[in-house]
């Protein structure tokens, strides 16, 4: 089975200090992957330069995204950010990449928030574009949305054929695309169509099941199966409940009984995250907060050693 591991996606800080030491306490930590996420309102760090600094200050972390939109980026610039920030990190990149959907970046920042399938079309033209350009020789494109000529991308990224790719969404013609093309598929709640939460009809253990079953068929003809994993939105180990993620705070019920909600003491937490590694193959739990990674510690800790 694929290796079972914990990502924490680490929240930005005012003092550069205090973003150093999360890093560090991270670095000696169960924690496999450090990640950070993508939006532009917000106190938010840059993902590719905040990643940068998190590699200097670590030898041992995988570095992540959780996920970058699409839309805020070419995909030949994020190809060159990406395999610069692959060789500085000594090939501990995988990078993660979506096709956008917070409807008040787009808004505050002037961007055309185009409807969903239009989003998709120019992620997947994206993937394209990214896969070429890490090849090893000049790399040329022409799609609806994005044309290179003749683009020699130097230097390459270290983990060849390319860094690992995340794809992560909700909507079941971004997950079947991501079970296809990716190295890992992060199962997240569909958004809802103005882009401005989560769609409420769309969170609890029908819907993740559901998209596990769509995600396995449409992943069946690959000789590797991608990697699932899952973005927990909150945890109460042995205490009350840790912060939620904002998009499904008015959920927390419906995410009972699904591994996007974690609680109980440390072995039935424990004991949550085994079955749905055994019985349902998600081998990463992404915290959603590092305010989570403490409390979490002694379930990851214990987890390892029982799969090791």
């Known amino acids: 089975m694929t290796p ?3 990502g924490v996606t680490v929240a930005p800080d005012p003092s550069p200090a ?3 030491d999360k890093i560090r306490a991270l670095e000696d930590s169960a924690v496999d992957v450090l ?4 939006h532009l309102t917000g106190l938010r760090y840059a993902p590719m330069l905040a990643l940068t600094a998190a590699a200097e200050n670590s030898a041992r972390l995988r570095l992540s995204t959780v996920v970058l939109a699409n839309d805020y980026r070419h995909p030949a610039i994020l190809a060159k950010e990406a395999a610069t920030l ?9 990078l993660g990449i979506g096709a956008g959907w917070m409807r008040s970046d787009y808004d505050q920042a002037g961007l055309p928030f185009d409807p969903p399938g239009v989003r998709l079309d120019r992620l ?3 993937v394209d574009v990214l896969r070429g350009a890490w090849s090893d020789g000049p790399f040329s494109y022409r799609g609806d949305h994005y044309c290179v000529d003749g683009l020699d991308l130097a230097p390459r990224p270290v983990q060849r054929p390319h860094p690992p790719l995340l794809l992560g969404g909700g909507g079941s013609r971004m997950l079947r695309f991501a079970a296809r093309e990716a190295d890992i598929v992060n199962i997240t709640n569909r958004t809802a169509a103005d882009g401005r939460g989560v769609d409420p009809a769309d969170v609890g253990l029908a819907p993740l099941l559901a998209k ?5 068929e449409a992943a069946a003809t690959r000789p590797v199966p991608p990697e699932i994993s899952v973005g927990v939105r909150a945890t109460a180990i042995g205490r009350g409940l840790g912060p939620v993620h904002p998009a499904v705070a008015s959920q927390v019920d419906a995410l009972r009984g699904t591994p996007y909600l974690l609680e109980g003491d440390a072995g039935q937490v424990v004991d949550q995250i085994l079955y749905w590694y055994h019985e349902h193959g998600i081998s990463y739990f992404i915290l959603g907060n590092d305010t989570d990674a403490a409390p ?3 379930v990851m800790e214990r987890v ?3 799969l090791h």
């Open 212 to 216: 596990i079953s769509l995600v396995r």
């Open 304 to 306: 390892h050693a029982q």
């Open 296 to 298: 979490m510690s002694p």
């Open 35 to 38: 990640l950070v996420n993508d």
């Open 86 to 94: 692959d060789l500085l990190s000594g090939g501990r990149l995988e």
């Open 18 to 20: 205090v973003w150093r």
């Open 124 to 126: 997947r033209e994206a």
């Open 4 to 6: 079972l591991r914990f």
